[in-house]
């Protein structure tokens, strides 16, 4: 299998707080890797790290087989044109309705046709079931379909690998189940790697090929959903269950 991201040995610390203190972990394509662990754990510093905005202060990331820490700004820049990110608050313009926030997205892409474009935000609302809300403004939205309308700002680009930061925080069980489903939609039809930031064990059990669990800045647990909520370790069993 191809190898899309990987960490090895990643170590990060702000003073005297060491939040990431021995992170490893690897995402192949077509799979969905769920990060899990409890808030302020130090799993959006990592993603932070993955992507080049935050410098770790020891330990190796690989995107698309580069070490990002070799790579210059524009080339970076380059790297991050093939990541999908969709954003905890969903991340919308309140001022732009749903098509021109997903217009947006597109600026930089290379010179499409009006046509072209009518028709990749169309279908990329399609890929979430919400055609209907293309002309709504993000206040018209609820919470549920905001996250739809940031994936589809997401997937519009085509991307190799989707960060997902908390997706389902904030929302019902009904929406958070529908939100997962539509992760778990996504990879089938895509084939993009995909990691899951979370702490919401449904959402995991639904999307995860594979997780690891951090805790106190390093990988505590690993294996499949299973595997890991099944665990005799008293920690993890509460954590769990």
């Avoid at 009006?114 to 609302?125: R, S």
């Avoid at 085509?158 to 189940?177: F, R």
């Avoid at 647990?221 to 005799?232: K, L, M, Q, R, Y």
Wanted: aromatic share 6%; glycine share 8%.
């Amino acid at each position: 299998m191809e190898t899309i991201a990987e960490i090895g040995h990643l170590k990060k610390s702000f003073g005297k707080n060491d939040v990431l203190k021995d992170i490893n972990l690897k995402v192949e394509k077509g799979e969905n890797l769920v990060v899990f662990g409890k808030s302020g754990c130090g799993k959006s510093v990592l993603i932070k790290c993955l992507v080049g905005l935050i410098e770790p202060d020891d330990g190796k990331v690989i995107l698309f087989g580069k070490d990002i820490s070799s790579l210059n700004e524009e080339e970076l820049d380059s790297l991050r044109k093939k990541i999908g990110f969709l954003f905890q608050s969903a991340a919308l313009y309140d001022s732009m309705t749903v098509r021109e926030n997903l217009e947006f997205s597109l600026r930089d892409s290379k010179a499409k046709s009006q046509e072209e474009i009518d028709a990749l935000v169309i279908e990329a609302l399609k890929n979430v079931g919400l055609e209907e809300a293309i002309d709504k403004m993000p206040s018209e939205l609820s919470g549920g379909m905001k996250k739809r309308v940031g994936l589809a700002r997401t997937l519009i680009l085509k991307p190799e690998i989707i960060l997902y930061d908390e997706p389902t925080t904030g929302l019902d069980p009904i929406t958070s189940k529908e939100i997962s489903l539509l992760i778990l939609d996504v990879q089938k039809k895509y084939n993009a790697a995909s990691i899951i930031i979370t702490h919401d064990k449904e959402c995991a059990r639904i999307t995860a090929n594979y997780i690891i669990v951090i805790k106190e800045g390093m990988v505590f647990a690993e294996g499949t959903f299973n595997e890991v909520s099944e665990s005799n370790d008293e920690w993890i069993s509460a954590f769990f269950k």
